[in-house]
């Protein structure tokens, strides 16, 4: 039975106004009474203290998170836990707690305190916590613009309709001048990319800096696209200090058409993709670098969906994130729950392209073909056509018949019988692999 | 015996160029050859495919990341990892890895990016790996300006030479107004509190408008001062959207004298830091709000002492950081480890002022004096003051007698014999701890 004080963070029947509500679901670990600890992480994450002393008030009416269901069960306690050595047995426990969003208003940093910040994970009894999702209200949600082209944008302006996205990461990623970056671009581009993209890594850098870049890419975006008759595109990597954001979008911008951008998310904060949606005219891309060290855990800190939904709600139009295979260290399962994130209904925000990425190749066509059961994804390989034996043209190719064997339904062996880009890609694969 | 291609990222001599490199100090667990992981951990950090197909050239020598020391013994596997069923027994390594800063400058995100990013989180045969440290050469640590202030300087400010800083946070933290808000700072302020200071969860809220809080504080704080002879000083929390920083920056410094800033760190982003430190003249705060889900974990992640060390570069003049107690689930030594990021030399970046901070109370300050062996240190107690019997004056005169007692080598429970507001404060914490 719980305390008169701790009662008063539960809420026994339906929310009459949910509306007032974002509902976060966490998985926790607790070493005391599960009921108990419950309470105290809605109390630590709101309103901690929530009288003064000697006053007839209680703030909790207004600004207390409320638990509005819980499971639980016994399992050993997590292994990097401190308090293990006293308790090698807790209490695993699913919760919902509706948090009343008046508390931190439509602010991202804000919300992030509340969410996950000291209330969260250094709440009294429990052992480990992890945030798994965020159920938004309609009227919250409202406050945020989402992606401004979304898929549907994105697919009309490089003119791809029926496929998947097919990005390319010239390699090296670093120390490439700004016309062997170039030329690599133009030689993928030639051969059936549809976006270059910079590497994470790659930013305005001494050797290879932003304008110069942009002013080659340009000459040779066009020079492909009327060789090639499709459009092309040019993913730009604008991390840098979060004050000089705006002045590398402006640059970007000035080279207009064909040009999207992209930020290393949280190196800079889920804030700055925000900050980029209200000022950018063009596409937006949020890369997975900064994310491991908050997600990586089973049962500790935050679920990678929940980082990807929030970029999508801030405005990316692609967001990248860790895919299938061993080397990305992601179980299948969470792999297609980010990917469900991007494209599944949300109120008025809409879809972004999931890109699932890492070690991709000719061969992650098919397979993320027949596991999404959908062509709305993208896949963005390095090696696979930068390091191609003829070349990355030759790799580019080679994307482009995996997709022809995926889409025709031709084993991808059979297909490459007679495309010889394709064969060496397979080739180059298993060396690799 | 590695391939060349491996070896390549080995530098077996000491550097030629030191000041070329960061050295980064991981902890990692493999489950392939100890050797061959650590070259790849290079490998992906920085250039990874090093050449182009076809051509005599080695990106390795100007960009290349190299292995310069290791050491290894086996243990198990670490229970979170994907890996664990396939391999229950891995090695795990110490590692330092000197990355070449030409790779991503003098910028915070891009600097994160290459050492926690990609490469890092999703190394081939690399099971779990924690960012351990990071040693800065001279020349790249000559870029950030660290704290206007520090510890002295900050001490200055508020005239207070001799003792640690006492920091209190009005309560409850949600939903008072800024009449209620400001009466209770001015109580705290007259028992002997120097620092007033808004909850982290505290904003520029809807029922508490920053520029109201700033109004009455400013005329309360001018009013103790008068009546008690001190400095006092007011702590804003300027947490918002990363693009509206800046003008709640000049709304505070509107106001003059007497404030300093505090953002919530890891939910901004920690480039916001650097940008608030080129900006303000007031001194900044940064708060460990959203810093857990990357720091709370033994073998994986970022050990909590490089984000209370970049904190420090980039202009904190106090870092606020969980301490000692259960309830703050951080290890002793771990406390002890931030405490030192915060004072010890760092060229010519000044101390900043630790705060450890956690249920906090009068006592706190004798266990935290025979602990650190130095006055140089705040607390920020919260309940401790604000719901003390005699009220928010009430505890913070226990505050100051607790601090009396143990510069004077008193015991607690003797000096609160004849000191009232101390002999309650250890009531409450009885009731409490």
């Known amino acids: 039975m719980l305390s008169r004080d701790l009662e008063g963070f539960y809420c026994r029947t339906p929310l009459a106004d949910p509306e007032r509500f974002l509902l976060l679901h966490y998985d926790f670990e607790t070493v005391v009474d599960p009921e108990e600890a419950a309470a105290h992480l809605c109390q630590e994450q709101s309103t901690a203290q929530w009288k003064r002393p000697g006053k007839e008030e209680d703030y909790r009416v207004k600004h207390g998170a409320k638990v509005v269901a819980q499971v639980h069960g016994q399992v050993p306690t997590a292994a990097f836990s401190v308090l293990k050595e006293k308790h090698p047995v807790s209490t695993a426990c699913s919760v919902t707690v509706a948090h009343p969003h008046v508390n931190f208003g439509a602010r991202i940093p804000n919300m992030l305190t509340a969410i996950c910040g000291e209330g969260v994970f250094f709440s009294p009894g429990i052992a480990a916590i992890k945030l798994m999702d965020i159920t938004f209200p309609e009227n919250y949600l409202r406050c945020f613009e989402g992606p401004r082209f979304g898929i549907e944008g994105f697919r009309d302006l490089i003119d791809v ?15 490439l001048s700004p016309e062997d970056f170039s030329a690599l671009a133009a030689e993928a581009w030639r051969g059936g990319l549809d ?9 305005d850098s001494p ?17 492909c696209q009327r060789a090639t008759g499709e459009k092309k ?50 596409p937006i891309a949020g890369h997975f ?24 709600i801030l405005g990316c139009d692609i967001v990248i994130f860790p895919g299938f295979g061993g080397r990305m ?25 999931p890109v699932p990425a890492g070690s991709n190749w000719a061969g992650s066509l098919g397979e993320l073909y027949a596991k999404l059961k959908s062509a709305d994804f993208g896949i963005v390989p390095g090696r696979a056509v930068f390091d191609h034996p003829l070349g990355a043209r030759g790799g580019a190719r080679g ?10 339904g031709v084993a991808l ?7 010889r880009e394709l064969a060496l890609s397979i080739e180059a694969e298993k060396t690799v692999g």
Chains 1, 2 share one sequence.
Not at 235 to 242: C, M, R
Request: proline fraction near 4%.
């Open 161 to 175: 309709h029926d496929r998947p996205i097919l990005f390319g990461i010239p390699k090296p990623n670093l120390g």
């Open 233 to 282: 595109l040019y993913l730009v990597n604008i991390t840098d200090e979060v004050d000089r954001i705006l002045e590398l979008l402006d640059v970007v911008e000035r080279e207009g058409e064909g040009n999207a951008v992209m930020l290393n998310t949280m190196t800079m904060g889920l804030s700055a993709i925000r900050m980029l949606r209200k000022n950018a005219r063009m």
């Open 329 to 353: 260290k992601t179980a299948d399962a969470e792999v297609m729950e980010n990917i469900a994130e991007c494209v599944k209904p949300l109120g008025h925000i809409p879809p972004a392209l």
């Open 195 to 203: 976006v270059a993209k910079d590497d994470e890594m790659l930013a």
């Open 399 to 408: 994307l482009r018949q995996g997709w022809e064997a995926a889409a025709s």
């Open 207 to 223: 050797w290879s800096l932003l304008t110069e870049r942009l002013r080659l890419l340009k000459k040779a975006r066009i020079d």
């Open 289 to 312: 670098a900064g994310t491991a060290p908050s997600v990586g855990v089973t049962n500790f800190g935050i679920h990678s969906k929940v980082i990807v939904k929030l970029q999508r």
């Open 413 to 419: 062996a059979k297909y490459a019988e007679d495309h």
